[in-house]
């Protein structure tokens, strides 16, 4: 696996070595041993799977309580993975960084604690296979508004195309949230 920093140094991309012939195509998507070596967490408390048609936007999520880790791929088609820095004392709170994140090449993004996680789907049928290194907690569970200017996330879908679902709608404003430390 190949693991690279992003522009925010804490978010990284993870590449597994893909193995190709003319039967298909074979690869990790998980190796412990690799994870720690790059001082990853390497114990999962979930493991969810989202399935979304094209344009349906979900996030920005994040949880004060019990705040999780989270290891993202694309197990089909393709998203955009963003994570956004919510760490108040960091000096890149606010930012995000975008990564395109598809089936057939399977990389990962790591978007460690402290920051929310969002993505829209590019193709129908995209699937988004993710681990956390926490339970999930309602009473934790905190959404910021998905296209809020402050943030600026360039969206590769216009506001009256996307599918927001009402929560993600209703979210705050990085300016009035709750966030972290």
Do not use: C
């Amino acid at each position: 696996m190949e693991i690279t920093p992003t522009a925010l140094p804490e978010v990284l991309v993870i590449r597994p070595r893909i193995f190709r012939d003319d039967r298909g195509s074979f690869w990790e998507t998980w190796n412990e041993r690799t994870i720690a070596e790059a001082g990853l967490p390497a114990e999962w408390k979930q493991d969810n799977t989202s399935v979304s048609k094209k344009n349906v936007v979900r996030g920005i999520h994040y949880q004060i309580l019990q705040p999780q880790g989270k290891l993202v791929r694309a197990a089909a088609g393709r998203i955009l993975d963003v994570a956004v820095d919510l760490r108040r004392s960091s000096p890149n709170f606010g930012k995000h960084i975008a990564v395109e994140l598809s089936g057939d090449d399977s990389a990962m993004l790591w978007i460690p604690v402290g920051f929310g996680h969002a993505f829209v789907a590019l193709t129908d049928d995209a699937r988004v296979a993710y681990k956390v290194t926490d339970y999930y907690s309602p009473a934790g569970e905190r959404t910021i508004l998905w296209n809020d200017p402050q943030i600026g996330i360039d969206w590769p879908v216009r506001a009256d195309e996307a599918i927001v679902s009402a929560k993600d709608a209703d979210g705050k404003r990085l300016a009035d949230a709750e966030v972290f430390a």
